[in-house]
């Protein structure tokens, strides 16, 4: 631990006499910040410098002169550092390139700022210890040169290169010499390929390339292990993001010769469902239907309900262990992207025997669930069953039905059918409103692709009460599961949601409070408290803000065998039970139904029983690994869409406040953009982080989170998803109209008598 500097020439205390504790000046207060690897609280300077009672208040005092002189900044959490020093004295490192001078640049392993990393220039090593290469990592200690600069000295190296997987795009230049461009935007340099490892490929190719390890000077040998065709053919776009994420896109031999062997389940120790008419409702564009609903009244309960959930038997095909289980475990789920899906299980299974298509008889596991009039629910069984469904029916379809416009499939369903299912949901919705739920109004992007796999439209799904007439039986059916495997004391995997962290919730309060909202926080934090917030934004200019930045202050659900329950939903227990066509952890769930209630021996094994923390690790990286390949893909065919839109100005708003620019999310097709701080008009440029705004010097201009703005499309890479934007009519600001002001001005709003010198300028002070 570092330990607090002394007063220069403080005299010792007198023997037998407590020496008093002298109160830290501002050097001593800056000189320990720098002394730090990280933010600092204000406790963790109080008890660096032994200060107590009263004294607090002054140092309280004494942090917040300092905070408006800008010797100090203040960060998430009202947690300080010295302004500009965004890097410790000693950090991790990573060798990212070699510069045309044969210097090693550098950037820190662990880095949490919105801006990029700066780039280090790390000093020549000594004698013996050989030149630093790309990949490698040190411990370097770090120094700020007067121009800003940051030079690092290896104190010593923690590991060797590792490989290296690269997905990009073959490139011959002029001079014959292969490179290949890497598809991340994140990444800034390109790999030279020799001759004897390209692999045949050809220049605009799309291919992946391994980047061996090497303990010699010189470029790293790079090695083309796969091609993909044409990089500027529309159907690449998801590829990348697929090949880039590193997801599994072959079954093994073995895994597909188990697929088309498996034949259809019969009536045997399953009970008929087939006289009910059970039905299906997905999306349009759905693929694979793994779950179907059914209502009636309850009729020893006035106005109470019986539901019945049935889900595509996956445990009967897929036995723990085989080679359909090892590969569909190591994709953890399936991934949708405009164009495709990588699924988890073949499509002679996703698509075939496990998909609840009409008319067909189809092994299931359903879910009988009664609820009261309030949809409580008050009792639920699981049975193995063969079922056929009556119709494969859309959300639209069913809410145009519901709304007095049926068509020929859902007129005959009408009243049997789909009014008894509103009923029930109805009652469940009620259940939910009660229990304070948290109700994030996120937009939902949609690409449409036509023929030639080019964007069409892009446009945002709608909210359909349909929608949320499935969601609502589902998290029936999840609840019951979770229910009887802890009532039973059946080992599984939950699906939890811890409670946010406290210092993003307090973050979050600072943030709401300039624009109007007080956040409680108790002892125990609900979701009702941020339901609350939702509410009120309802309807007004910044819910879009509002609604993202509670998301930001959650916490990720996760699969676990140790429950701990699902905040965001407000339930003591709840596991993922509906989906085993594309998820693997309710394939896990439905073999500990199977098992615990012996409804078969094609339950859970002792293994995997024995596995299951290392199961729900597994999926959880998985989920999170498709969640970011999907949004990936979404971002390169929006890219590729305004491409084509270069000059076209468009509306939006400003979604994401950084040092070096503004994030713009545009209104039609929720495209996200970067407008550079070099672009903004001519002025110094603060980063007030509190107010996620950057706030001009001299005049004063605003450009705020959540504010109106119009944008001019001047970049946009398909290969990459980057996209850049220019602001229009920006010569007073951006449009808060709406939103509050911003706290504590200061001295913002008088211009200065010149300019004054800062590294975020707008042009014409570079």
Not at 167 to 193: E, L
Not at 613 to 633: F, K, L, M, W, Y
Not at 650 to 676: E, H
């Amino acid at each position: 631990m570092t330990r607090p500097p002394t007063r220069k020439g403080a005299k010792p205390a007198a023997k037998g006499r407590k020496a008093e504790k002298p109160f830290p000046t501002r050097e001593q207060i800056l000189e320990f910040l720098r002394s730090r690897e990280d933010t600092v609280g204000k406790r963790e300077i109080a008890r660096a410098f032994h200060i107590t009672g009263d004294d607090r208040v002054r140092l309280k005092e004494l942090l917040q002169d300092m905070a408006e002189d800008g010797q100090l900044e203040k960060r998430r959490g009202r947690r300080m550092r010295v302004p500009g020093a965004a890097l410790p004295g000693v950090a991790v490192l990573r060798v990212v390139a070699i510069d045309a001078e044969g210097e090693a640049l550098a950037q820190p392993v662990r880095w949490e700022e919105d801006e990029p990393p700066p780039r280090i220039v790390m000093a020549a090593e000594g004698r013996g210890q050989g030149a630093l290469a790309v990949g490698d990592r040190v411990l370097a200690r770090l120094q700020q040169n007067e121009d800003g600069s940051w030079t690092g000295r290896t104190m010593r190296r923690l590991e060797a290169q590792a490989d290296l997987r690269v997905v990009g795009v073959f490139r011959r230049g002029r001079d014959g010499q292969a490179r290949i461009v890497p598809a991340d935007k994140r990444a800034r340099d390109t790999w030279p390929v020799r001759e004897g490892d390209t692999a045949g490929a050809k220049d605009g190719e799309l291919v992946e390339a391994l980047v061996e390890a090497s303990d010699r000077l010189g470029p790293r040998r790079t090695v083309v292990t796969a091609r993909y065709g044409d990089a500027e053919d529309p159907r690449s776009i998801s590829l990348i993001a697929i090949h880039a994420a590193g997801i599994p896109t072959e079954f093994r031999p073995k895994a597909l010769a188990q697929a088309e062997a498996a034949q259809p389940a019969g009536l045997d120790g399953r009970v008929d469902l087939r006289p009910l008419p059970l039905v299906t409702i997905d999306g349009a564009d759905a693929r694979d239907f793994d779950d179907a609903v059914w209502a009636e009244p309850d009729p020893d309960h006035p106005g109470g309900w019986h539901l019945i959930v049935a889900i595509a038997d996956v445990a009967h095909y897929v036995p723990p262990g085989s080679p359909l289980d090892r590969d569909a475990f190591e994709r953890g789920n399936s991934c949708y992207f405009p164009d495709r899906v990588v699924p988890m299980l073949p499509e002679a299974l996703s698509n075939g025997l496990c998909s609840l298509r009409p008319d067909e008889d189809r092994a299931c596991l359903a879910a009988d669930l009664w609820i009261d009039a309030q949809g409580r629910l008050k009792r639920h069984r699981f049975r193995r069953g063969l079922m056929r469904s009556a119709a494969r029916l859309t959300y639209e379809q069913v809410q145009a039905a519901r709304n007095g416009r049926p068509d020929e499939v859902t007129g005959p369903l009408l009243e049997p059918v789909i009014a008894p299912l509103y009923g029930a949901f109805e009652a469940l919705l009620a259940a939910r409103q009660k229990r304070g739920t948290l109700e994030l109004d996120l937009p939902e992007r949609k690409v449409q692709l036509d023929e030639d796999g080019r964007v069409a439209s892009i446009g945002i799904r709608p909210r359909l009460d349909s929608h949320r007439l499935i969601e609502e039986f589902m998290i029936a059916a999840n609840v019951a599961a979770a229910e009887t495997l802890s009532d039973k004391g059946m080992p599984g995997l939950y699906r939890v949601h811890d409670q946010p962290d406290r210092a993003r919730v307090e973050a979050l309060k600072e943030f709401l409070a300039p624009l109007g909202y007080s956040l409680s926080l108790g002892q125990v934090m609900r979701p009702r408290v941020f339901g609350q917030i939702l509410t009120r934004a309802e309807g007004r200019p910044e819910e879009p803000l509002v609604n993202e930045m509670v998301l930001r202050a959650q916490a990720q659900a996760v699969y676990s065998p140790e429950n701990i329950g699902h905040f965001g939903l407000a339930l003591p227990r709840y596991a993922h039970f509906t989906s085993p066509i594309r998820r693997y952890a309710d394939l896990t769930v439905h073999r500990g139904l199977i098992r615990l209630l012996g409804l078969g021996q094609d339950g859970a094994t002792e293994e995997e029983l024995s596995r299951l923390e290392e199961i729900g690790t597994h999926i959880s990286v998985t989920e999170r690994r498709a969640a970011q390949a999907e949004r990936d893909a979404v971002d390169r065919y929006l890219a590729s869409w305004l491409s084509d839109r270069i000059g076209a100005v468009l509306p939006g708003r400003i979604g994401g406040v950084a040092k070096f620019g503004l994030f713009v999310k545009l209104d039609d097709s929720g495209a996200d953009g970067l407008v550079p701080i070099s672009t903004l008009p001519d002025d110094y440029y603060d980063h007030d982080e509190a107010a996620h705004a950057l706030v001009g010097r001299r005049w004063n201009r605003v450009f705020r989170l959540g504010a109106r703005v119009r944008v001019r499309v001047t970049e946009a890479d398909p290969l990459t998803g980057s996209t850049v934007f220019a602001l229009v009519d920006a010569a007073q600001g951006a449009d808060v109209e709406g939103l509050p002001p911003l706290a504590e001005p200061g001295r913002r709003g008088r211009p200065r008598s010149g300019p004054r010198p800062g590294p975020r300028r707008g042009p014409g002070r570079r």
